[in-house]
């Protein structure tokens, strides 16, 4: 998150909301993106029905106990509601194609 955070201005410019979503509480997304600097809005799928929705939940191994969690993924979605890109697990981490692809519409003009 703290790289999308490190390129909002080039999202931003190409009229892009950036949105986190976490199977943490309200409170602890609050705590997190105030330790982390992070300014856009970080919403809470505490049911994880967005994360099973999309095909991210998976299972942890913590200390002998099974956690279902959720996969790191990042989605480019365009105003109709398509999913346009997906990035999942490592491909998450690094924004640069998400940001790239947000700003080809503006660079063909459409």
Request: charged share 30%; aromatic share 6%.
């Given at each position: 998150m703290k790289a999308f955070q490190a390129s909002m201005d080039k999202m931003e410019g190409a009229d892009t909301q950036v949105l986190g979503v976490s199977v943490d509480s309200p409170f602890a997304?609050?705590?997190?993106?105030?330790?982390?600097?992070?300014?856009?809005?970080?919403?809470?799928?505490?049911?994880?029905?967005?994360?099973?929705e999309y095909g991210l939940e998976k299972e942890y191994k913590i200390g002998g106990a099974t956690i279902a969690s959720a996969r790191r993924a990042t989605f480019l979605i365009d105003k109709e509601g398509k999913v346009i890109e997906e990035q999942i697990d490592n491909d998450a981490i690094d924004p640069t194609k998400i940001v790239d692809a947000c700003q080809l519409p503006k660079k063909t003009g459409k």
């Amino acid at each position: 998150m703290k790289a999308f955070q490190a390129s909002m201005d080039k999202m931003e410019g190409a009229d892009t909301q950036v949105l986190g979503v976490s199977v943490d509480s309200p409170f602890a997304n609050h705590a997190f993106a105030t330790q982390n600097g992070i300014t856009f809005p970080l919403l809470g799928d505490m049911d994880a029905k967005a994360i099973k929705e999309y095909g991210l939940e998976k299972e942890y191994k913590i200390g002998g106990a099974t956690i279902a969690s959720a996969r790191r993924a990042t989605f480019l979605i365009d105003k109709e509601g398509k999913v346009i890109e997906e990035q999942i697990d490592n491909d998450a981490i690094d924004p640069t194609k998400i940001v790239d692809a947000c700003q080809l519409p503006k660079k063909t003009g459409k």
